[in-house]
């Protein structure tokens, strides 16, 4: 399969703001990518430029082996789909699914098969005659996304279709956007700055922040192996620990305060000495004990703890450093609780703290 | 239809250029070109048609050494300043009234506003005609009785102004009261009921809590009403056509009238109304300063 | 306000649904009094252009300005509309008319188009430069009109269209612009801007989707542009004296003329039906739009 989507040293400034640094992107043919960050990175930014609603300053966008950096919207065999939905409220759901159709002088009889298509996938069959006004806002976004549908296209663009939902919504449409691309295996860019849509979702994920990608991969490499500390503490909730510390004897440990932490079965590069390293270990990869377990540990005292139903997060001092662990509900302690904390190296991730850059 | 390389920058979505063309023209070529125009052309004698002999500032010396012109300003600046004050003190205390959860509120507003309607020909031809010495409020009072009471405004230089006033006033206070009304309509509900929780009276409310938030309220009214003042023209020509005694109420947009289209001194006409720009940039320069300038620096 | 809710809810023992408030307690007789005081003074000139447009003049001459007439003659409104004398002209207010009529008509339509247009330009297509004018257009509308009115009258002059009608209308719609492009910039701007970019995926252009989109949407806000202009035109008495031919003259320069005329003896029974003809016009469209007259004065106000 080849590329649908290739973004070549693209670049956008407004004025003297550099919104956009020299991006590169590829997507693959019939791949769901999800562009993530914190608001302001610039995602929703590129998925415009991507659509063609902003000009860019430099670079190349291509489309299905096409050059489209300067043609119109319409032009760029893409579908999109908005977070306020913009439904085009004095017209009927059928005039506008039919609208875009309609300017590209599609005659009528095609027209009328897309749209029973459309609606027949999204089951919006009874709604066709309303006005988007008479609709919820699970329907209008289905209506939404029907409007893509229709264009016959390869490309979905999809700015925060879900944002505007509410939690249980949300998730239903997040299952039906998932089998919607099973179905009709279309190229899915998807902007969104919930990370469990993004895991969920994606094939790959582009996390961006300052108008950089950070990281561009799978779901399980980003979460397991984040490429810098930004993408380490960006995605996962609660965030990943942190242990600032030193690495000594060539790299085989790192001293944490009065700590010495062995990293034996690190997976990644060479460690090497460094007077500053940053040890990220995620809650789940932490295990309580009483007493000193096998492995690498550090001691510790519970200091809350909060039941989440399905399981438990302990929240701890080791030293001054607050730690976050999970545990299955059995596991929960009283505060005041003197524990050790084990420590899965081989899952954990090592950061020079100057580059920000794992290891 | 893919286009390999950038198009032309001026062709970029062409259409919005063209729409905006009207825009253009007229923000460049008669707001700037025109008032550059009048400015430059004020520093020369032209008469009967506008010619490029340049005299300096004589025509301003002239202006200055005019007596109708030192009376216009005179004028204006008492007219100014009384209209400032009443519209909007009287302004803010009708919309605070009205505030009060009153019944027929709208009714109250459609009366007070009508006049804001009216051109300032009508306002200035009725309250003529009700100031009127011998039918009008005067000639009614004495009818009662009361022979020696004398209220005639129009026909003593002394008093004229005051009469133009309560027609500026009737026509124009309506429209101030709405603004105020939709300010105080603009603030929080929970400014009121921690006022009310804190235990101060509703009048030290509007006073100490409510005036200082309406400022942006204040100052828009402000810039929006002196700005027509300064173009006061046709209630003058309407109510006294800048009498009695031939120009105890003039006003400056008179006296550009007179001297560009009658006395055929468009010199004196074009110096006159370039006092009158700066007159406006003087209120306008330090309003755009707070309004646009204090945004920037938070 | 709360000595008043107190007394009131102590005279009632247990709740009884909504705070209890006397209609007729000192505060509100102030109030009302107050307001009813200033209705009057509004009310007044309006009351006394109807009485004394509707009295004959020996009636007027004797009687009080205030008082209804005791014969009712419409006489004066007959003559005021077809026989009053302007100059040489003896065909009454009814050309005024006319002229405001063909003046206000074309004025009012090409300013907003060209004021919608740009309003949803300035939106919508922004362009280089484009806030620039916005700022000017806007500052254009706060300088005094008579540092214009030359420049004005040469562009007019070169363009032949001195003295004519299509002249004014121009001119109104130059100086209707500030007010009106900021009327739509602003309620264009209150529309989703991803509404515009949906519709730029689905294809339409410029015209496509400022007719197909942003019109119908926005029928509210031509109403209320529609409402300022008419009355704002139709009041015009400079331009109209500036830039017509007395045989174009709109009826305020017209009015003004046949009651300051200095000849003749005065018929104030005339000259107030003259008036009140004169502001019908602006007083019908006022009552019958309400709000959306109060809406309109007020984007004035309103910040860009």
Known sequence: ?359 | MASQSRPFRLLHNLNAKIAALPMVLTTMVVFVGGTIWTVFYSFTDSKLLPRERFVGFDQYERLWSNSRWAVSIENLAFYGVMSLVFTVVMGFILAVLMDQKIRYEDTFRTIMLYPFALSFIVTGLVWQWILNPDFGLQGIVRGWGWESFSFDPLHSPETVLYGLLIAGLWQGTGFVMCLMLAGLRGIDEDIWKAARVDGIPTWKTYLVVVVPMMRPVFITTLVIVAAGIIKLYDLVVAMTSGGPGGNASQVPAMYVYDYMFQAQNLGQGFAASTMMLLSVLIVLIPWAYLEFGGKKHG | MADASMSGSLAMTGPRGAKPKRALNPRNIMLYGILLLVCLYYILPLWVMIMTSLKGMPEVRLGNIFAPPVEITFEPWVKAWATACTGLNCDGLSRGFWNSVIITVPSVILSIIIASVNGYALINWKFKGSEVFFTILIFGSFIPYQIMLYPIVILLREAGLYGTLWGLVLVHTIFGMPILTLLFRNYFSSIPEELFKAARVDGAGFWGIYFRIMLPMSLPIFVVALILQVTGIWNDFLFGVVYTKPDLYPMTVQLNNIVNSVQGVKEYNVNMAATLLTGMVPLVVYFVSGKLFVRGIAAGAVKG
């Open chain 1, 1 to 359: 399969m080849g590329n649908s989507i290739e973004v070549k040293d693209l670049t956008l400034n407004f004025g003297s703001v550099s919104v956009l640094k020299n991006m590169n992107l590829d997507v693959q043919e019939g791949e769901f990518v999800v562009l993530l960050g914190p608001s302001g990175c610039g995602k929703s930014t590129l998925l415009n430029c991507l659509a063609g609603l902003l000009d860019i300053t430099d670079g190349q966008i291509w489309i299905k082996g096409k050059n489209v950096t300067w043609s119109e919207p319409s032009e760029r065999g893409i579908g999109m789909v908005f977070q306020s939905y913009a439904l085009y409220p004095q017209m009927t759901v059928r005039g506008n699914l039919s609208f875009g159709l309609k300017n590209a002088k599609v005659p009528q009889p095609e027209i009328d098969k897309r749209i029973a298509r459309a609606a027949e996938i999204l089951q919006i069959q009874p709604l066709l005659d309303r006005k988007p006004a008479a609709l919820s806002g699970g329907q209008r976004q289905r209506v939404a996304i029907g409007r893509a549908l229709v264009r016959d296209v390869d490309v979905f663009l999809f700015d925060e279709p879900l944002s505007n939902l509410d939690a249980k919504l949300r998730s239903e449409l997040r299952v039906e956007i998932k089998r919607l691309h099973n179905q009709l295996g279309n190229t899915m860019v998807y902007v969104t700055h919930d990370q469990i849509e993004a895991l969920t979702l994606a094939d790959r994920i582009a996390v961006m922040k300052g108008g950089v990608i950070q990281q561009l991969a799978g779901p399980q490499e980003i979460y397991n192996r984040p490429s810098n500390l930004f993408v380490a503490g960006f995605i996962g909730s609660p965030s990943m620990n942190f242990l600032p510390g030193k690495t000594v004897d060539g790299g085989k440990a790192l001293v944490f305060g009065d700590q010495r932490i062995d990293l034996a079965g690190y997976d990644g590069g060479t460690v090497l000495e460094r007077d500053q390293a940053i040890l990220g270990v995620r809650p789940e990869h932490i295990t309580v004990s009483a007493s000193a377990p096998a492995g690498p540990s550090i001691p510790a005292v519970v200091e809350i703890d909060e039941n989440l139903g399905a399981d438990s997060l302990l929240w701890l001092k080791a030293g001054a450093k607050d730690i976050c662990v999970r545990v299955p509900v059995e596991g929960r302690l009283p505060a005041g609780t003197k524990v050790h904390l084990g420590l899965d190296i081989a899952k954990a991730s090592l950061f020079d703290t100057k580059t920000e850059q794992r290891i």
